[in-house]
T-cell receptor
Framework: RKEVEQDPGPFNVPEGATVAFNCTYS??????FFWYRQDCRKEPKLLMS???SGNEDGRFTAQLNRASQYISLLIRDSKLSDSATYLC???????????FGAGTRLFVKA | SQTIHQWPATLVQPVGSPLSLECTVE??????LYWYRQAAGRGLQLLFY??????ISSEVPQNLSASRPQDRQFILSSKKLLLSDSGFYLC??????????FGDGTRLSIL
């Protein structure tokens, strides 16, 4: 089983749609969780951290479910500019080892 | 503001040749520095991280090495490249235990 697993997609959605991605992780001791965004052939950029209580940043909402060992990202009112690959990242306790998922590709169409 | 520079942007090297990729950070001091590799269709794999000058931790055994000769300089090297070393190499820095800012990356092709 991969340490961090994501549905590779692609997710094809119309503008204005709501789309959600899930990511599962295998290490129950993992302590830090993040979503990154990566545009085609570009470097990843930190989108948001994921907190136990869940957190929201504008149209983006991230949730953590420790019992089931998954994190989610919800994007509301999708924009064309949201088209990208979304990377789930899980970090170990107190260490620097962060595991990146392979990413979920999103295409938002007019 | 902080910036991170990584070069070259693309590199084509023959098997068995040496490698040196350089990364520098500006606008901050004592950053945590990271080297990642991203193979096609796969997630980023942490290769090395450094919490200070001369302090290098390796995550994956391989024919690559890293050095941090100065606070804001991180170098990825190899004495003899393998075909499997092809990929997209990313340098990153951060203040906590995860990378917050990535360089533009180096696309390395081994022939």
């Amino acid at each position: 089983r991969k340490e961090v697993e994501q549905d590779p997609g692609p997710f094809n959605v119309p503008e204005g749609a709501t789309v959600a991605f899930n990511c599962t992780y295998s290490n129950s001791a993992s302590q830090s969780f993040f979503w990154y965004r990566q545009d085609c052939r570009k470097e990843p950029k930190l989108l948001m951290s994921v907190y136990s209580s869940g957190n929201e940043d504008g149209r983006f909402t991230a949730q953590l479910n420790r019992a089931s060992q998954y994190i989610s990202l919800l994007i509301r009112d999708s924009k064309l500019s949201d088209s990208a690959t979304y990377l789930c990242v899980v970090g170990e306790t107190g260490g620097f080892k962060t595991i990146f998922g392979a990413g979920t590709r999103l295409f938002v169409k007019a | 503001s902080q910036t991170i520079h990584q070069w070259p942007a693309t590199l084509v090297q023959p098997v068995g040749s040496p490698l040196s990729l350089e990364c520098t950070v500006e606008g901050t001091s004592n950053p945590n520095l990271y080297w990642y590799r991203q193979a096609a269709g796969r997630g980023l794999q942490l290769l090395f991280y450094s919490v200070g000058i001369g302090q290098i931790s390796s995550e994956v055994p391989q024919n690559l090495s890293a050095s941090r000769p100065q606070d804001r300089q991180f170098i990825l090297s190899s004495k003899k490249l393998l075909l499997s070393d092809s990929g997209f190499y990313l340098c990153a820095w951060g203040r906590s235990n995860q990378p917050q800012h990535f360089g533009d990356g180096t696309r390395l092709s081994i022939l």
